[in-house]
């Protein structure tokens, strides 16, 4: 069992309140827009980081993270973007992805959009995490956690701080 915290967008901030949240999980994946480098090496540092960049992060973050990352967590097939919408309105180059090979959890950010949505087309689960950092139109912060055991995706839990 793996106990997961999912962020996105922080743009730069890491909340003192987000890292609480996060403290016991095994892994932090961030789903793009970190906003600096010493931002993702502070991440780092407090947990196992996975992490695309986004559009807002220079070549420093794009040399080191992909934009794409596909990859196993337990027995659950995980893809992860920024940009990659939502069932019924992906992206195209995640469609083609999604119609290849269907993960069992995508996830995506970008939007600024907290979402978890089950896409029965594909049989997947989608998650947006929103926004963790303070840059957008968002009212509030927002980060999940939740376990993943074998199989299974359960104990999602939700973080939001309103925005001042």
Not at 6 to 21: E, R
Not at 57 to 83: A, M, Q, W
Not at 107 to 123: E, F, V
Request: a positive charge.
């Amino acid at each position: 069992m793996k106990r997961i915290g999912l962020i996105s967008d922080t743009h730069g901030h890491w909340n003192k309140k987000i890292a609480d949240f996060l403290k016991d999980s095994d892994e932090i994946w961030h789903a793009g827009d970190i906003g600096s480098l010493e931002i993702a090496e502070q991440m780092e540092n407090f947990k196992p980081l996975r992490a695309v960049y986004g559009n807002i992060d220079g070549v420093d973050i794009r040399s080191k993270y992909p934009k794409l990352l596909r990859f196993t967590c337990e027995d659950v097939n995980v893809l992860i973007t920024h940009i990659g919408g939502y069932p019924g309105k992906y992206q195209k180059e995640v469609l083609s992805e999604l119609k290849q090979n269907p993960p069992k959890l995508f996830i995506s950010g970008h939007s600024h959009i907290l979402k978890i949505i089950y896409d029965k087309k594909y049989d997947l689960l989608h998650m947006n995490p929103g926004a963790a950092g303070l840059s957008g139109f968002h009212n509030l912060i927002t980060a999940l956690r939740f376990k993943v055991n074998k199989k299974n995706i359960t104990d999602l839990e939700i973080l939001e701080i309103p925005r001042r």
